[in-house]
């Protein structure tokens, strides 16, 4: 198989993933993925009622299966819910990109009903404890780290752009 030309956008809850994982796919002409909208479509629920209905044990095994689905892909710009970065073999998907930024900023960048729709979000406290566990697991497996912070989507995308090789 030839070389990947995938990026694989990973992050935290509200680092805005399919907002730049989409918009980099217009801007050089990928495909574009998102892994929360794959298991959406599958089993047509909202994630949120998934999680309610099968459990967060459910949706990791759904994300396994994509692991393996997405190896064989070329050319596309993926977005991946915040808990993707727990998969194993995700380097086999392409490059992993970062989007970085602090738990306070994130926090700020949701309103009340984002929050909601987030089902690992709903306990702030929770979350936070989520973040500091997700945080090393995403700096240790990326290859490209971008702080997101006070940036607007074309300064973020230029930036992923330079370091792309």
């Keep these: 198989m030839s070389k990947k030309t995938n990026l694989l956008f990973v992050g935290f809850m509200g680092c805005g993933k399919t907002t ?20 959406k479509e599958k089993f047509n629920l909202e994630i ?16 396994k299966k994509l692991v393996s689905f997405l190896t064989y892909v070329q050319n596309c710009s993926i977005a991946s819910g915040g808990g993707f970065i727990e998969q194993k073999k995700l380097k086999n998907i392409g490059t992993i990109v970062y989007l970085k930024a602090s738990f306070d ?20 406290n929770n979350a936070k404890i989520l973040f500091d ?5 995403y700096e240790k497996k990326a ?5 997101i912070e ?16």
């Design 20 to 39: 730049i994982a989409r918009a980099y796919a217009k801007k050089y002409d990928k495909f574009f993925l998102d892994t929360d909208v794959l298991i």
């Design 48 to 63: 949120s009622e998934f999680f309610k209905t099968y459990g967060e044990k459910k949706f990791r095994k759904e994300e």
């Design 105 to 124: 900023y994130l926090l700020q960048r949701l309103n009340k009903e984002e929050l909601i729709t987030r089902p690992l979000f709903s306990n702030t």
């Design 133 to 137: 566990q997700r945080i090393k697991k």
């Design 143 to 147: 290859n490209i780290i971008i702080n």
């Design 150 to 165: 006070n940036k607007n989507i074309q300064e973020i995308i230029k930036e992923i752009k330079k370091e792309v090789k």
